[in-house]
T-cell receptor, first 113, second 109 residues
């Protein structure tokens, strides 16, 4: 069964550093998402991406965040200058053209020190 | 009022018993509803979509009540492996999912 993959599984970084989280969505999917989950809290929407542009973003997704699909397979989330409060699990998800079920990747656990 | 609300639990359930819990949503324009299962520190995994007429998948039954704006999940004949956090997710206009905080279920022998 096709699945969403994410790398790295864990990332530890110093406050103020840039991080790039990578995702490989399911190959025939067209819509891509990033969510985050701070430890002990709910899963929160960050951004959706379709046709090489952002289609929707949340208040969390400020100027420190950016997304990119640099090639036909990867989908990346960049945090330019990490803050302590960016520590969370970051999940990538993808959906097929029918926009039904969102399938989640295993997540990247980001720890900002 | 929170967009999507769930009783955090935990629901302590004897093995073999039935457990049910709800999820309420505030946006009456919500279009699609889902139950996801999340194990500790793992990704949400789709358990089932929730259809207007209600639907069943094995031991799991989901219902939607649009008038009262809630969905429910019922687990029959609970197994130890059903222990997890069950996330309710709602999609309104646009594609993003809005999640509840999850209901923790602990099935005990």
């Amino acid at each position: 069964e096709p699945e969403v993959t994410q790398t790295p599984s864990h990332q530890v970084t110093q406050m103020g550093q840039e991080v790039i989280l990578r995702c490989v969505p399911i190959s025939n999917h067209l819509y891509f998402y990033w969510y985050r989950q701070i430890l002990g809290q709910k899963v929160e929407f960050l951004v959706s991406f379709y046709n090489n542009e952002i289609s929707e973003k949340s208040e969390i997704f400020d100027d420190q965040f950016s997304v990119e699909r640099p090639d036909g397979s990867n989908f990346t989330l960049k945090i330019r200058s990490t803050k302590l409060e960016d520590s969370a699990m970051y999940f990538c998800a993808s959906v097929d053209r029918l926009q039904e079920t969102q399938y989640f990747g295993p997540g990247t656990r980001l720890l900002v020190l | 009022r929170k967009e999507v609300e769930q009783d955090p639990g935990p629901f302590n359930v004897p093995e073999g018993a039935t457990v049910a819990f709800n999820c309420t949503y505030s946006n009456s324009a919500s279009q699609s509803f889902f139950w996801y299962r999340q194990d500790c520190r793992k990704e949400p995994k789709l358990l089932m979509s929730v259809y207007s007429s209600g639907n069943e998948d094995g031991r799991f039954t989901a219902q939607l009540n649009r008038a009262s704006q809630y969905i429910s999940l019922l687990i029959r004949d609970s197994k130890l492996s059903d222990s997890a956090t069950y996330l309710c997710a709602v999609r309104a206009a646009g594609n993003k999912l809005t999640f509840g905080g999850g209901t923790r279920v602990l099935v005990k022998p």
